[in-house]
């Protein structure tokens, strides 16, 4: 999801994009950055690929480390010998959840899944392969088409009366609309190391949607949802594994290499409910 939005934004700055799907490149194949560096000849290189299902990974430890690990280290390698500049995302999920306030991008990871680790462990050899790469930590990304609750959100608060999702759980999180505004201005400014790059404030997953009901109500009156319920993790369908309860990323830092502040994330969400027509 958050390629297509870095596609788009990157071609609406008038830049020449050049993109795969996962089923026109296995990003885990043996010489497959080589080969794709020595025929597109970028000047830039975004890894937008990851597996990003908690699940997935703990079913799938192996498929995990290729593409969250070993797969965004090699790459970073062969951008560094071929002197191209090379984006890595990462993630919140790094972390345990235990701090007080938002993490910083020099706090210790200690991640709670498979995932976390994998994601952890992928930062540590990009930036060990490449000090010139830039990794970009992202959370609770959202967007038209996206598989996260928060992408589906607006449509099951339009479709049912009463919503129940997980609580106990504060963040930070992000419009790749935005997301991607963000990425694409640090490569501009040649950022290198650990930034962070979601929008400002903490909310909850409650607290979104109240609001995402909130701007829906306003514009509409066909909208069914008349309760939203917090349940515990554990008595969510689909989640088992643990999630970190509290994962505000600092941004403070990407604001000063940027020279501006990012937007709030309720102006995401307005952004994003407006681009599909709410």
């Not at 490449?130 to 088409?145: D, E, K, S, T």
């Not at 979601?198 to 409650?206: E, H, I, L, S």
């Not at 009901?213 to 009156?221: D, F, I, P, R, Y």
Request: a positive charge; proline letters at 5%.
């Amino acid at each position: 999801m958050t390629g297509r939005y870095l596609v788009r934004e990157a071609k609406r700055r008038g830049m020449e994009v050049t993109a795969f799907t996962r089923q026109e490149l296995d990003i885990t194949r043996s010489d497959a950055a080589r080969e794709t560096l020595a025929k597109v000849k970028p000047g830039l290189v975004i890894n937008a690929a990851s597996v990003t299902s908690l699940e997935t990974c703990e079913e799938n430890p192996v498929l995990s480390r290729k593409v969250n690990c070993e797969a965004p280290e090699d790459w970073a390698k062969e951008c560094g010998r071929a002197g191209v500049r090379f984006v890595h995302l990462g993630t919140d999920y790094i972390f345990d959840g235990k701090k007080s306030s938002a993490y910083l991008p020099t706090d210790p990871p200690s991640p709670l899944s498979r995932y976390g680790q994998d994601k952890a462990e992928g930062e540590k050899r990009v930036l060990r392969a490449n000090p010139h790469a830039l990794v970009v930590r992202l959370a609770w990304v959202y967007g038209h088409g996206g598989k996260t609750f928060m992408s589906k959100l607006p449509g099951i608060l339009a479709e049912k009366e009463v919503v129940e999702l997980a609580g106990g759980r504060t963040g930070s999180c992000t419009y790749a609309g935005e997301a991607a505004r963000i990425i694409l201005d640090l490569a501009a400014k040649r950022a290198e190391g650990i930034q962070h790059g979601v929008q400002a404030g903490n909310t909850t997953w409650k607290e979104y949607a109240e609001k995402a009901l909130e701007k829906m109500k306003a514009k509409s009156g066909k909208v069914a949802c008349r309760e939203i319920r917090e349940l515990p993790q554990q008595k969510i369908v689909g989640l088992k594994v643990p999630r970190p309860a509290f994962s505000p990323l600092d941004i403070s830092g990407t604001e000063k290499v940027l020279g501006r502040k990012i937007p709030a994330w309720e102006q995401g969400l307005a952004e994003y409910l407006k681009e599909i027509g709410w």
